[in-house]
């Protein structure tokens, strides 16, 4: 009796949860977007989303921004094209994130680069450069200073 009863949770635990369960592509490679340089300089993070259509084969076929900082974009787009996946029996759509986050000076060499989420998340991680400041030689303001 009790193993016909916790057979029916489980079905209709199956049926009301069906969020707990990956019904997209495996993962097979995935590759972190390089954080353009430019847009650490800027002080530019945030997140971009690609959508990929990714063929039978496993293969990502064609990718497309669907949202993200302009900054960002192309790096995330290279990465995307790169992704794999295990075939199946149709090809399918899905979005990549990708998420560039400036750390704070001091941030442990470890915590910085890129780290893998699943399903299809990748955040990309670089430190946080300092304030700009700009030094005046004796006699010379700073915007008029040049080469000797």
């Not at 960002?72 to 090809?91: G, I, K, N, V």
């Not at 780290?115 to 946080?128: D, G, L, M, Q, S």
């Not at 005046?136 to 080469?147: E, T």
């Amino acid at each position: 009796m009790r193993v016909i009863l916790w057979l029916a949770v489980a079905a209709a635990c199956a049926l009301v949860c069906p969020a707990q369960e990956n019904t997209g592509p495996a993962l097979a490679e995935a590759v972190a977007p390089v954080y353009p340089d430019l847009a650490v300089l800027g002080r530019i993070a945030g997140s971009v989303i690609v959508a990929v259509h990714i063929s039978k084969d496993g293969a990502v076929a064609g990718a497309s921004i669907r949202d993200g900082d302009q900054m960002l974009r192309q790096a995330s787009l290279e990465a995307a094209r790169l992704w794999h996946f295990e075939p199946r029996s149709a090809a399918s759509d899905l979005d990549l994130i990708f998420t560039y986050k400036l750390m704070p000076k001091g941030t442990p060499e470890a915590d910085l680069g890129a780290i893998f989420r699943a399903p299809y998340t990748v955040e990309v991680r670089r430190i946080n450069p300092g304030p700009v400041r700009h030094y005046a030689r004796a006699g010379k303001p700073a915007r008029d200073r040049r080469s000797d």
